[in-house]
């Protein structure tokens, strides 16, 4: 089940030059590269001509060159050049996207290319925002694009997955979990209160005393997960929005589908106590990268159990109803894409 009218992340900025990147999106081959002008540009990775992958080619100006006979095509996917041979006949031409670079990362739209709204791409400001130290990248994950959404909505598992970084008792035991839900969006809310800082959060802020701890988790479709989390001493006002004296970050997750069992996963990680610090950044970066790894190895082992017997239902608990009004969701948007109703536009923020 893949959306197709959504903006999804295809590529870090940084990934983009010259030299043409092949991606699988959606299960759709894709080359993306940039023109000698430096614009973006994607195009379907397979020349009209002998289907030789357009990524194997190079960048010659504003064209992109295909490496097997030298065809040029444009940033709209009109071949404008065929060696020795001046007609270039109506049909060779090979399909574009729409692509925009927004927040450090590079959007596509894999759908009906006139509802494609640049306003529409989701909010992840923190990736440039001078207020805000942060840092990117890109994990290749090989499960389901589902599974890590339903991950990320449910944060019980960080006591028995990650407690030697970001997880403790009391995120399990002690926490006030609040689900809030509408046509478009899901909310989980968590507080632990008074209780000892977890190791990264010791790490990284030199806590030494006991904190009131958030995890303020927002779903999008089709894949957007954003954390709002953080910790402060306890008892200064942390749960009614004064986090001054506390380490406040966002980690941001996008993650687009290659196939129907691997997922580009973009992360970040944004903090926002030292903004102008790269070297707390980067150790923040650091520390939430090891909880990645983590979950990575889970998550594909769990897919390699779903592929064994993918008729078995799941029992579901208490800790599942984020992820379940997600799916929900995304449900409800697959039927009304599949059917031809119009979309109700999403919106950015």
């Known amino acids: 089940m893949f959306l197709r009218n959504y903006w999804y992340v295809a590529a870090s900025s940084q ?26 540009a994607a195009l379907e990775d ?36 065929i060696p020795a041979q001046d007609h270039i006949p109506p049909t060779a031409r090979v399909k574009s996207y729409p692509v925009v670079e927004r927040y450090r990362w590079a959007w596509i739209w894999m759908g009906d290319p006139a509802l494609a709204d640049p306003t529409q791409i989701a909010d992840f400001h923190w990736l440039d925002d001078p207020q805000w130290g942060a840092r990117s990248a890109l994990l290749p994950v090989a499960c389901n694009w589902q599974l890590i959404v339903d991950n990320l909505l449910d944060l019980t598992h960080l006591t028995y997955v990650h407690g030697a970084t970001i997880g403790t008792q009391a995120n399990t035991l002690s926490a006030e979990t609040e689900v809030e839900h509408d ?74 589908p290659e196939t129907e069992r691997s997922s580009h996963y973009f992360w970040g990680q944004a903090q926002s106590y030292a903004p ?10 650091e520390e939430i990268k090891k909880t990645f790894d983590q979950d990575w190895h889970l998550l594909q082992e769990q897919q390699h159990a779903i592929e064994r017997d993918p008729g078995r239902a799941m029992v579901t608990i208490r800790a599942d109803a984020g992820p379940i009004a997600a799916r929900r969701i995304l449900e409800r948007l697959a039927e009304q894409e599949a059917g031809g109703a119009p979309m109700r536009a999403a919106r950015s923020r």
């Not at 999106?25 to 080359?31: A, Q």
């Not at 102008?276 to 970066?285: I, S």
């Open 15 to 40: 990934e983009l030059s010259q030299s043409p990147l092949g991606r699988v999106i959606l299960n759709e081959p894709v080359v993306l590269f940039r023109t000698a002008s430096g614009k973006v």
């Open 276 to 285: 102008r610090d790269e070297a707390l950044t980067e150790r923040v970066f």
């Open 183 to 256: 046509a478009e969006r899901v909310r989980v809310i968590r507080w632990t209160i008074d209780q000892p800082a977890p190791p990264t959060f010791v790490r990284t802020a030199g806590f030494t005393t006991k904190v009131d701890r958030w995890q303020i988790i927002e779903f999008q479709p089709p894949a957007f997960v954003r954390l709002d989390v953080g910790a402060a001493p306890t008892g200064q006002g942390a749960r009614q929005g004064n986090r001054a004296n506390g380490l406040s970050m966002f980690n941001l997750n996008a993650i687009t």
């Open 46 to 81: 397979r020349c009209c001509h002998r289907h030789a992958p357009l990524h194997l080619g190079r960048v010659v100006g504003e064209h992109l060159q295909c490496g097997y006979h030298g065809l040029e095509f444009d940033c709209s996917g009109r071949c404008a050049l």
